[in-house]
T-cell receptor, first 113, second 113 residues
Framework: AQSVTQPDIHITVSEGASLELRCNYSYGATPYLFWYVQSPGQGLQLLLKYFSGDTLVQGIKGFEAEFKRSQSSFNLRKPSVHWSDAAEYFCAVKGGGADGLTFGKGTHLIIQP | DGGITQSPKYLFRKEGQNVTLSCEQNLNHDAMYWYRQDPGQGLRLIYYSQIVNDFQKGDIAEGYSVSREKKESFPLTVTSAQKNPTAFYLC????????????FGEGSWLTVV
């Protein structure tokens, strides 16, 4: 069965600093990988996704992520964070078929002024 | 606008009562999903449906029921058999024509007192 690990429950970053959120997955074949962001009490918004091809994918709001098969990782990065980036971030993996996504437990991002 | 609409946003019910959460999508998506979110637990799949009149149990289906009588609608009933129903519930959908991206509604808060 597939699984996703987000090792950091909370991360605090100063505004303007760079950001990297870690995600490791377990899946037997090439996975479909996603990053979602959730503001308090809201649904999930898709930031970016990886299906195949270029391992560095660009998303919305200035985010990017790099798929590294050898490390089973799909880390999310942003060169300079803004206060509005404070939210919960979820990494997810999807196998074939329609049985939904498997999510990590999320990383709560706090932005310091 | 196209999207996924969940209602109500907030719902309070007495213990032992069944409640139904509505999910409607106008994206013409084939697959629909229900997830439950608890603090620190990420999202867990309750039920999913790939086509009308068909649905499958997810990881935590006990105490829940669904129906899929129309393509655009996938209501979730939280029954009195669900031992801990207070949670945030998210509905999602995915295009069946080769699409692997899952999109989410804004969620419904259920509080059982």
């Amino acid at each position: 069965a597939q699984s996703v690990t987000q090792p950091d429950i909370h991360i605090t970053v100063s505004e303007g600093a760079s950001l990297e959120l870690r995600c490791n997955y377990s899946y037997g074949a090439t996975p479909y990988l996603f990053w979602y962001v959730q503001s308090p009490g809201q649904g999930l918004q898709l930031l970016l996704k990886y299906f195949s091809g270029d391992t560095l994918v660009q998303g919305i709001k200035g985010f990017e992520a790099e798929f590294k098969r050898s490390q089973s990782s799909f880390n999310l990065r942003k060169p300079s964070v803004h206060w509005s980036d404070a939210a919960e971030y979820f990494c997810a993996v999807k196998g074939g078929g329609a049985d939904g996504l498997t999510f990590g437990k999320g990383t709560h991002l706090i932005i310091q002024p | 606008d196209g999207g996924i609409t969940q209602s109500p946003k907030y719902l309070f019910r007495k213990e032992g009562q069944n409640v139904t959460l509505s999910c409607e999508q106008n994206l013409n998506h084939d697959a629909m999903y229900w997830y439950r979110q608890d603090p620190g637990q990420g999202l867990r799949l309750i039920y999913y449906s790939q086509i009308v009149n068909d649905f499958q149990k997810g990881d935590i289906a006990e105490g829940y029921s669904v129906s899929r009588e129309k393509k655009e609608s996938f209501p979730l009933t939280v029954t009195s058999a669900q031992k801990n129903p207070t949670a945030f519930y998210l509905c999602a959908s995915r295009s069946g024509t080769g699409g692997n991206t899952i999109y989410f509604g804004e969620g419904s808060w259920l509080t059982v007192v």
